[in-house]
């Protein structure tokens, strides 16, 4: 999981990096993060927020279908056990 996070971050634009690793990597502030880049705290959060972005489009890409072969939908059966779960717990009356 871990490379494939270093993987993703790579696609990111160099500004994008730099928030996301001031951000997450070494845990600092919006504010010591905008200080530290000569940035606006909202344009730190924009960066942030598209890098993070970025990161989860790759990894669906990666492994987006390895997760969607792991927990097939069993149609009917998960309809019929939604609906006795539902009954036990008294939702239906």
Known sequence: ???LL???GRT???AERKA??????EG?????TAN?????????????HRARRLVRKELDK???PVLMDAFPFAGRRCARMTNA?????DVFE
């Not at 996301?20 to 990597?25: D, Q």
């Not at 600092?28 to 010591?32: I, K, L, N, V, Y």
């Open 12 to 14: 990111n634009h160099r």
């Open 1 to 3: 999981m871990r490379l």
């Open 36 to 48: 530290l880049l000569g940035l606006q705290p909202d344009t730190v959060k924009t960066r942030l």
């Open 62 to 64: 990666q492994i987006g």
């Open 20 to 25: 996301k690793h001031r951000r997450v990597i």
């Open 6 to 8: 270093l993987r993703g």
């Open 28 to 32: 600092m502030s919006t504010e010591e």
């Open 85 to 89: 779960v539902l009954q036990r717990l």
